[in-house]
């Protein structure tokens, strides 16, 4: 059993910076592939970056990859995703989910943190 808790979520303008935290609870988590997904109002949930259990592979979405980086410290329990140069379009509630099989399909994931919010204003 993995809890995750996300934050680092908040108002940004366009070209700035956030970066988000996935904190999980479980001794097993460093066992675990995780996954940063988005969705904003009337969209789909959708597939941002993966790291796998190691850290070693990472994947991204093409519309975040340049911007966005992924990583983890399991030393801490944590997953980060740094985000620069954030585009109104990047406007979504930010969720971290994990799972034992590295992937990009949301459903596939089986635990989920509650979501935190990201506004990028124009």
């Known amino acids: 059993q993995v809890q995750l808790v996300e934050s680092g979520g908040g108002l940004v303008q366009a070209g700035g910076s956030l970066r988000l935290s996935c904190a999980a609870s479980g001794r097993t988590f460093s066992s675990y592939a995780v996954g940063w997904f988005r969705q904003a109002p009337g969209k789909e949930r959708e597939f941002v970056a993966a790291v796998n259990w190691s850290g070693a592979l990472t994947k991204y979405a093409d519309s975040v990859k340049g911007r966005f980086t992924i990583s983890r410290d399991d030393a801490k329990n944590t997953v980060y995703l740094h985000m620069n140069s954030l585009k109104p379009e990047d406007t979504a509630v930010y969720y971290c989910?994990?799972?034992?099989?590295?992937?990009?399909?949301?459903?596939?994931?089986?635990?989920w943190g509650q979501g935190t919010q990201v506004t990028v204003s124009s």
């Open positions: 989910a994990a799972d034992s099989v590295f992937g990009v399909i949301p459903t596939r994931y089986d635990y």
